[in-house]
């Protein structure tokens, strides 16, 4: 290989290979990387875009064209900060590469912090994409770190360093553990966009009747997931995969599969009895006569508004069981919404409660209000 010579000023220095110089960067995906033996920061060229394999959905295209119309119609070159931040899964890294794409500049990649990056950063004169994803986790940035970048990458954001360019950074984040430095303050982070850990119900739909093949488990599927906690694109990638390799409903693998179910939260009125004190008692009648009743200021006494949080439906319980830690089932009655109960720390107390819906099940599109505590006849009581 021939030897040739890099001019720097007025240095000179022989090394050996045929180079292309070129003054800006080609629009495509980049790699930042440092040789471990120089410490000389490089750029490998990946892609001229990224890629996706499957179908997209829920992405948030209000978000994607009011960057991409910041960045076209700025009347002065300034930099401008994306922040995407929600749990893994919920569709934040897509929508980066997604902003990407149409952005149609150079994208370079920053895994983490390395000595000279900063300096290497600013020394891009021209327009292009910094994309950090998993900020939080891969780019910490803490007093002390200013030799890894630190204060300097923040007032590249600022853009003190130039203004003829324009360097969109865009980041992403499981958690919002970053730098204060970079929350509330728009010269660096102009957009913060939180994603949800449940999918859109309408994209629910979609995703469901686009990729589950037996469409007889639809139902099945459908009330799982709205069961859960937590509904990312991910975890329904996951359930709908698990029915389509086995052909099987959810009753199959529920008690097994990696998810977390919601609690069960009723709506109740309550009374304790207090078999020693007469005028606290009331038959079970009466209390569910008064239970039952709208409210009125007007009557001597009401059963008290609560919630009752199970982890499993009432209709699962039976006499005998422990409804909560310290109460014992001495009888229930669904058809009346009745479940009577001994307190076995202080067992001259029975509890009468009145559930005001057994069918009531978690749901992740609930509206929550409706439970305990919501209503304004609570205060009352």
Not at 246 to 265: I, M
Request: aromatic share 12%; hydrophobic share 35%.
């Amino acid at each position: 290989m021939s030897k040739v010579f890099l001019k720097r000023g007025g240095v000179y220095s022989q090394t050996e290979g045929n180079f292309d110089v070129i003054p800006t960067l080609d629009n495509g995906i980049y790699q930042l990387v440092q040789n471990p033996l120089t410490g000389e920061i490089l750029l490998d060229r990946m892609a001229d875009e990224f890629k996706f394999g499957f179908k997209l959905y829920g992405i948030d295209d209000t978000l994607v064209k009011h960057v991409l119309n910041t960045y076209n119609k700025q009347e002065h070159k300034h930099n401008i900060g994306v922040l995407l931040n929600g749990a893994k899964g919920t569709g934040k890294t897509v929508t980066a590469k997604v902003l990407c794409n149409k952005l149609g500049l150079p994208v370079i990649i920053v895994d983490g912090p390395i000595r000279g990056l900063a300096s290497f950063l600013a020394g891009i004169n021209h327009d292009c994409v910094f994309f950090f994803d998993e900020f939080e986790k891969n780019f910490r940035l803490t007093e002390g770190d200013e030799d890894l970048a630190g204060e300097d990458l923040l007032s590249i954001m600022d853009g003190v360093y130039n203004s003829e360019f324009c360097h969109i950074f865009i980041l992403t984040t499981n958690e919002l553990r970053i730098n204060d430095n970079l929350l509330c303050r728009p010269s660096r982070i102009r957009y913060l966009k939180s994603f949800g850990d449940v999918i859109d119900h309408k994209i629910l739909e979609e995703f469901v009747n686009d990729n589950l093949r037996n469409k007889d488990y639809y139902d099945e599927v459908m009330d799982f997931i709205d069961s859960l906690t937590i509904a990312t694109i991910d975890i329904v990638k996951s359930i709908v995969d698990e029915v389509n390799i086995h052909n099987c409903g959810v009753s199959e693998f529920r008690s097994f599969f990696n998810v977390k179910e919601a609690t069960y939260r009723y709506s109740t009125r309550e009374w304790v009895v207090d078999k020693e004190r007469k005028n606290s008692f009331v038959s079970v009648d009466d209390f569910l006569d008064r239970a039952k009743a709208p409210y009125n200021k007007d009557l001597d006494w009401r059963p008290g508004y609560s919630c009752l949080t199970l982890n499993k439906s009432i209709k699962k319980f039976s006499e005998g069981d422990f409804l909560t830690q310290r109460n014992k089932i001495q009888k229930i009655d669904l058809s009346r919404g009745l479940v009577v109960c001994e307190d076995t720390v202080y067992r001259n107390q029975i509890r009468y409660i009145f559930i005001e819906d057994i069918d009531e099940k978690p749901s992740i599109y609930g509206d929550s209000s409706r439970y305990a505590y919501g209503y304004e006849d609570y205060f009352y009581d």
